[in-house]
């Protein structure tokens, strides 16, 4: 046969083949006495347009042996839950009772011992068969007598087998916990390493449902991040925004449990936005309100959380909203600076925020604040050694071109002096004063703002 024979006169043949054997197939399995857990059945017959580039693939499109050649013209693809469920199924017999077997063409897969990654993880038992003599003998199977058909018998893990496994059974268990509004379903799944987890699996719509329930959480922990981290893997945003659901429904709750909408910090799950930082900024934009003084608790901290480099992409992001030159976008910008440390690096955003701003503006003290901030300091004099070294990291707006930001720095650089002098006097008074009562002249506690 060959493949203008098949496509114009044989392929309605296949096709009623397929459905037959997957009903044969059905059947025997329903009959016998022992229950397999079978997830589906699926049949078909070989497109004509695949199998074409298929043979022009292996330069055999001229072939008139298509059936010698070509063992899936007639496809039937039995899928169980898992691999000892196929080894039960298989130890049964049923395949050699109710067909001939090609054994010279059957082919048998087993997991790979020491592999991880997907392929090797299954058992797929590829089979070409044909129906025996003694039904072939019958009226309404006599066209099938010299057909051939490949039947796969495989678990859930592997090709497009999962979707069902997640449609049938994942998705199900965490609306019945959604329901519920518990989602310590995490601690079942966490661990799971990538390439078996259905979490990396999960269409768009699916993600919601599993998202949804996570909102639940009182806490996101290790293990619920490292179930984001997965899903954020491919679906970063729809990760992202969640954190807005969680925002939304903890003003929603009327219990007094305490509920945190927002980590403190992420331990991983910030690398997978590193590549939205743009549609962070602008989601969490959306949800400022000028004057929010919780919003640096909140939006603030979930971008910082996200990007706690302030990496080029995200200060980029953030300076467009500056130079734009409206009061709301740049008290927005204020607001996320206000959620790092004073970390050198907020430096040009906070100029930038100086010079876009009046003289007397009342915003201009808080950048005063983000510049100042120092987060833990070590030592005796460990504030006079951060402020010390703020002002040096300030020196050179004493020279920029833009008056105003002269002016501003000259201002906070005497406010830095006062703090200077403030702090070596209370540390030499602290020293002093140990060496009086303790005799301990030594400095090595820990300070904080």
């Known amino acids: 046969m060959d493949f203008e024979t098949y496509a114009r006169s044989k392929f309605a043949d296949y096709a009623a083949l397929a459905e037959t054997v997957a009903a044969i197939l059905r059947a025997a399995i329903v009959a016998y006495p022992e229950t397999f857990r079978l997830q589906q059945v699926q049949q078909r017959p070989k497109d004509p347009e695949s199998l074409r580039k298929k043979l022009e693939d292996r330069d055999i499109l001229a072939t008139t042996a298509l059936e010698d050649q070509i063992k899936d013209l007639a496809g039937c693809r039995l899928i169980f ?25 059957t082919k048998i897969h087993h997991p790979v011992p020491g592999q991880t990654e997907p392929d090797t993880l299954f058992i797929s038992n590829n089979y070409v068969v044909k129906l025996k003599a003694d039904r072939a003998a019958l009226p309404e199977y006599a ?15 592997n090709g497009d087998a999962p ?16 329901e519920r509004r518990d989602a310590r379903w995490v601690n079942l799944l966490w661990f799971l390493p990538q390439e078996r987890s259905p979490l990396c699996a999960l269409r768009a719509e699916q993600t919601d449902v599993v998202l949804g329930s996570l909102v639940y959480l009182r806490r996101i922990e290790t293990h619920a991040e490292r179930v984001l981290s997965l899903m954020a893997k491919s679906q970063p945003e729809k990760v992202f925004d969640f954190f807005g659901e969680r925002l939304t429904y903890a003003r929603s709750r009327e219990d007094e449990d305490s509920y945190e909408e927002i980590p403190f910090q992420f331990h991983g799950l910030e690398k997978t936005f590193g590549n939205i930082a743009n549609h962070a900024v602008r989601t969490v934009r959306q949800w400022f309100v000028s004057g929010d003084a919780m919003f640096q608790f909140r939006g603030g901290r979930l971008l910082a959380s996200s990007f706690p480099n302030f990496p080029e992409v995200f200060s980029r992001e953030l300076l467009s909203y500056v130079r734009a030159g409206n009061r709301d ?28 701003l009046p003289a007397g503006d009342q915003l201009l003290p808080d950048v005063e604040i983000i510049l100042q901030s120092t987060g833990v300091v070590a030592g005796e004099f460990g504030f006079v050694e951060a402020y010390t070294k703020k002002k040096k990291e300030i020196a050179p707006w004493l020279t920029d071109h833009d008056a105003h930001v002269r002016a501003f720095a000259e201002s906070y650089v005497r406010l830095l002096d006062r703090q200077i002098a403030a702090e070596q006097r209370r540390s030499e008074e602290n020293v002093e004063m140990r060496k009086r009562m303790y005799d301990d002249p030594g400095g090595l506690g820990e300070s904080q703002i």
């Open 143 to 157: 066209r099938f007598g010299d057909l051939w058909c490949e039947v796969q018998v495989q678990t859930t893990l």
């Open 329 to 356: 976008d740049i008290e927005f910008v204020i607001r996320i600076m206000a959620s790092y440390h004073g970390e050198a690096f907020l430096n040009e955003t906070c100029k930038a925020v100086v010079r876009a």
């Open 163 to 178: 979707e069902g496994l997640i449609e049938a059974i994942f998705l199900p268990a965490i609306e019945y916990f959604t």
């Open 81 to 105: 839950y898992t691999n000892s469920d196929v080894a039960r199924f298989l130890q049964s017999g049923i395949i050699q009772d109710n067909f001939d077997v090609d054994w010279d063409r």
